[in-house]
């Protein structure tokens, strides 16, 4: 059940690329690079999610904690989740609370 | 299906997602409907796991168990944590914005809403999840052929 987020920051975008599968048992590495993201004071926190094939609820907290603990102010842009994650996104109502977008859009995201 | 006993700790989580797609590759659903049953299963055993038994000082097992007849694939969750009726979960409010959320709750909901029937049983010592998923008509012309 592999699951990986690495995590690069530029500019004061925090990006984070996440691939495989975040049950809750892989949660705590997703933690930790939201963490990261936040001690670098990121004002904007990308998650490229194209190669994510599965998340369960436990991945999802992860993202109130990063909304709570970067604050209001801080953009949450999904990039290219896979239907069935979106349809997860969309059925807890996160969809209103983050950005989704189908492909990485510089123009937008990196407009701070 | 065979049925399969693993330990409940969340390393079993890969184990027990592996064994539901087995069973859903075997029923005939589509990879939507597959990707439902297995979150759902996923979220109930996560919440057996940390709630019914590592949090309340426990160690034990899951046992799973799939059936499938020509209308519905169920698998069904035994263990003997501590008992939490899922459908006894207060409702999170999926409205509002995440600042503003409960850390919790979205498991259960998430569990009992993707799933076709959704069934919580005590016996004894023992509680039982159900889940159940009806089959795609397409796959039972498929197992008569």
């Known amino acids: ?112 | 299906m065979k049925p399969s006993t693993v330990p409940a700790t969340l390393d079993s989580l890969g184990t027990i997602a592996d064994y539901v797609m087995a069973a859903a590759a075997s029923a005939g659903l589509d990879r939507r409907a597959s990707y439902r049953l297995r979150l759902a299963v996923d979220e109930i055993a996560t919440n057996i796991i940390v709630h019914g038994y590592a949090n309340a000082g426990h160690q034990g097992v899951l046992e799973l168990r799939a059936d499938i007849d020509d209308r519905t694939l169920t698998i069904a969750i035994d263990d003997t944590g501590v008992t939490c009726d899922p459908r006894q979960a207060p409702i999170p409010d999926i409205n509002l914005p995440l600042d503003q959320r409960p850390i919790g709750g979205l498991g259960m909901y998430l569990a009992m809403c993707n799933v076709d029937e959704f069934v919580y049983e005590h016996v004894g010592d023992r509680n039982r999840t159900i889940f159940k998923m009806y089959l795609p008509p397409t796959a039972l012309e498929e197992e008569k052929t």
């Open chain 1, 1 to 112: 059940m592999a699951f990986s987020a690495t995590l690069t920051v530029d500019s004061g975008i925090a990006k984070i690329t996440m691939s495989g599968q975040l049950d809750a048992s892989m949660t705590p590495v997703f933690q930790r690079e939201i963490e990261n993201a936040q001690t670098q004071q990121a004002k904007r926190l990308v998650l490229l999610m194209s190669d994510l094939d599965y998340i369960a609820s436990a991945g999802l907290r992860a993202l109130v904690f990063a909304k709570q603990k970067m604050g209001r102010a801080v953009d949450i842009y999904v990039v290219g989740a896979q239907q069935q994650v979106l349809d997860t996104i969309q059925m807890t109502g996160f969809d209103r609370s983050v950005i989704t977008i189908e492909t990485y859009d510089a123009e937008v995201i990196e407009n701070i």
